[in-house]
């Protein structure tokens, strides 16, 4: 990721303060930036590497920082710099996996504003938002929402009313989805490509909704993760291919379906004698099975040929470093 002072959004995609009927500037200092260091020997640092960097939100007068979780999984030294240049340390509290967000909390004093939660239920196409990044208004942009939707991600992940947005932000990781009433509607998670007429293709953003993060929050912040039982974990990277089925691009680590000897590019006919129609619908039959350490009897094909096989299940969780105190 570029360094603050090297890049910017062009003037004419900044958000307008006068078209707003919030304090921006006091918005957008509740954003920080987030910087964090991955053991070399962590799970996720071969995909996600152990030098992350992109933004926070302050989301309680503690300190308490809102991010999106890739940033911080495995994390062993985090730190936070806020709108006056101070960096902070950070402790990382929480990952939870189903939703996508991360928690880290504050260990001095930030100085930044707090950003509310706001209802991401009522965001609908059409409507203004900013896109807030760490640095103020040259690092954030004026968008609007395209759409409101499932999102299917390759990773063993799925949400509902994931909130998309045009144009893009380029360092959108952790970014604020700030809506019409100065409040926070969800957290940067991906950037992807929409299609539009005439084969063209233009990216476009993916919003975590904050929706997501208020039956768990008292969860993370006294357990670490959501309580109760576990989704069910393969290790596997998945996507639907140009003929809509589900075909394996990839494998995680020694997960179970590297154990199994499962390989990329087999398609998943069925789970559990069901056939599979698109990946939303492979996640929620996979977990439908039961908790984490359920057998997963899977249909694929390779090749050509098709075999049934049988893969047991894990907690993602466990194979995960945890975090430590600076």
Known sequence: MRSSDDWRIPP???????????????????????????????????????????????????GLVLTIGYLIAEAEEVWLTGADGRAVPGHALAYD?????????????????????????????????????????????????????????YWEYLIDDAIFTAPAHPNWGGTALIG?????????????????????VAPLNMSVPVDLLKPILDDLLTHGRVQGPSRPWLGLYAMEDEEDRVTLVGLAGDGPAKRAELRAR?????????????LADFYRTLWSLGPAGVDVPLTLEREGDVFDVRVGSADRGQFLKRARMH
């Open 266 to 278: 087999d398609v998943v006919r069925a789970i559990g004698g069901r056939q599979v129609a698109s």
């Open 180 to 200: 019409a009433r100065g409040e926070l509607l969800g957290i940067g998670s991906l950037q992807l490509q929409q299609q539009l007429s005439g084969g063209r």
């Open 12 to 62: 004419e995609f900044q958000p307008d303060p006068k078209a707003l009927a919030y304090d921006l500037d006091r918005a957008l200092s509740a954003v920080v930036a987030l910087r964090a260091t991955v053991p070399e020997d962590a799970y996720t640092a071969e995909s996600l590497g152990t030098e992350r960097a992109g933004q926070g939100v302050v989301i309680r007068a503690d």
């Open 97 to 153: 996996y189903a939703s996508g967000f991360g928690l880290v909390q504050a260990m001095s004093p930030l100085g930044a504003a707090v950003l509310p939660l706001g209802d991401s239920r009522r965001a609908a196409p059409g409507d203004d938002v900013v896109v807030g990044g760490a640095g103020g208004r040259a690092h954030s942009l004026a968008a609007k929402v395209v759409a409101c939707q499932e999102f299917a991600g």
